[in-house]
């Protein structure tokens, strides 16, 4: 296998930078450019030298044992000055080493799987707390990155190879110790996480909306003041704002974080009737967004009505609080703080339920692993006839759920079998 080496920090001028290899020489490009290899995991000063007696730089080198790295790899650090002309002529030195090459995008991560540091969920998770946001998104990506789902479908496993052990050895072998109807305890292993998984895709959308952020529609007839408020919030001007009615004529977005949750928040164009065909189009959008959005702030005049049907969770605010009465202001601040207030706990209610599976590719194996227990608990109910169905629906419903982090191997199932049960020499 080639060695890889990138650059593992951000691109550009810096204090630091970071370029890492990983493979069977790794090592050596230490050796060839700083002498001694230091300590694994102790960090150490090397000055780096080319084979032809250039100096590259002063550099802080750190190497990982193989099974004791990110990748599972050997792997070397060069901890250097950010200069970009550095970066670039250790990147040079390193291309020429025999057995060396540059990585391709995410090989580092993919090498860590394929040598079993991380699982399918946990990459995920990877790229989700690269990409985070807010708090929320960071905790959330760390609680995968963990293990957790990991986890947990470690125990649905087990729980199902002891289903499939039941199974099995009724149908394969005769043994005094081995119960003639083993339903009832495979029924409860079945019915145990075919409810977890249940609840596990209850929670998935929540779990979703809390990774991708939420939509929170600003919606309210022209001149209620939506885009000043949107402006507010925002801290610039994010929107046109004029006293001419139907000056918002397309959707504008806005993206923020409120109580740790990533926000967009959207000014829509003002609600009403009009002649004029391109307003037309921007009332449409404006519908349709707010329709599709997690939550709608409805901002209405003094003696007006929500100009859109209020659905459940929806906020009712009086606009132009500035002109008197309660309510909520762009212009001068008033009722904002409440108004955050009160959306931050309408977001943080829908998040509550949020499980560990967040994404498209966990829902189709969840609900692919949920349906085949499902038919397996009502096969069990016909006896020990149909086990061999039974058991071939349990295996398919363990292979989906396996989808999530990685595989299981036909000789797991054998292997409990023979750590359970007597079964013989």
């Not at 929107?239 to 139907?246: F, L």
């Not at 109580?259 to 391109?278: H, I, N, P």
């Not at 601040?333 to 509550?352: F, H, K, S, Y």
């Not at 608990?377 to 020990?384: K, Q």
Request: hydrophobic share 45%; glycine share 10%.
């Amino acid at each position: 296998m080639d060695t890889i080496f990138a650059l593992a920090s951000a691109a550009g001028k810096a204090g630091v930078s970071v370029v890492r290899t990983s493979g069977p020489r790794a090592w050596d490009a230490v050796k060839n450019l700083g002498g001694a290899i230091p300590a694994p995991r102790m960090a150490s000063v090397r000055r780096l030298v080319t084979p032809a007696g250039d100096f590259l730089d002063e550099a802080l080198v750190l190497v990982f044992e193989e099974g004791a790295s990110f990748t599972g790899e050997r792997v070397a650090e060069f901890q250097v000055h950010g200069s970009v002309a550095v970066v670039q002529a250790l990147l040079r030195e390193l291309g020429t080493m025999e057995g060396f090459r540059g990585a391709e995008p995410g090989e580092f991560t993919r090498r860590a799987l394929e040598n079993e540091q991380l699982d399918l969920s946990q990459v995920e998770a990877l790229a989700d707390l690269i990409d985070s946001e807010t708090e929320q998104q960071r905790r959330q990506a760390l609680r995968l990155l963990t293990g957790a789902l990991g986890n947990r479908v470690a125990g649905w496993r087990q729980k199902l190879l002891s289903a499939l052990s039941l199974l099995e050895v009724t149908i394969d072998f005769v043994d005094e110790e081995v119960p003639v109807d083993v339903s009832d305890d495979v029924r409860q292993f079945l019915e145990s996480v075919s409810g977890e998984i249940q609840r596990e895709l209850q929670g998935l959308e929540s779990a979703e909306r809390l990774r991708l952020g939420f939509e929170v529609a600003i919606v309210g007839p022209p001149n209620a003041g939506k885009s000043t408020l949107l402006n507010y919030l925002a801290g610039r001007e994010a929107a046109i704002t004029s006293d001419v009615a139907g000056t918002t004529r397309d959707v504008i977005e806005v993206r923020m974080e409120i109580g740790g949750l990533a926000v967009t928040l959207l000014d829509t164009a003002g609600l009403r009737e009009s002649e004029d065909s391109v307003e037309q189009i921007g009332v449409a959008r404006a519908r349709e967004r707010a329709g599709s959005a997690d939550l709608r702030v409805h901002l209405v005049l003094k003696g007006g009505v929500p100009m859109l049907a209020v659905e459940d969770g929806d906020i009712v605010v009086q606009a132009k609080a500035d002109e008197g009465g309660c309510g909520v202001s762009g212009l001068t601040g008033a009722g904002v703080p409440a108004l955050l207030e009160t959306i931050e706990n309408r977001l943080l209610d829908e998040v509550q339920g949020a499980g560990l599976a967040s994404r498209e590719r966990h829902r189709v194996a969840l609900a692919e692993g949920h349906s085949h227990l499902e038919q397996a608990l009502l096969l069990l109910e016909d006896g020990a006839d149909l086990y061999d169905v039974t058991s071939e629906e349990v295996r398919i419903a363990l292979r989906a759920l396996e989808q999530l982090v990685g595989h299981v191997d036909v000789e797991q199932v054998l292997d409990h079998i023979f750590s359970s049960f007597c079964i013989g020499k």
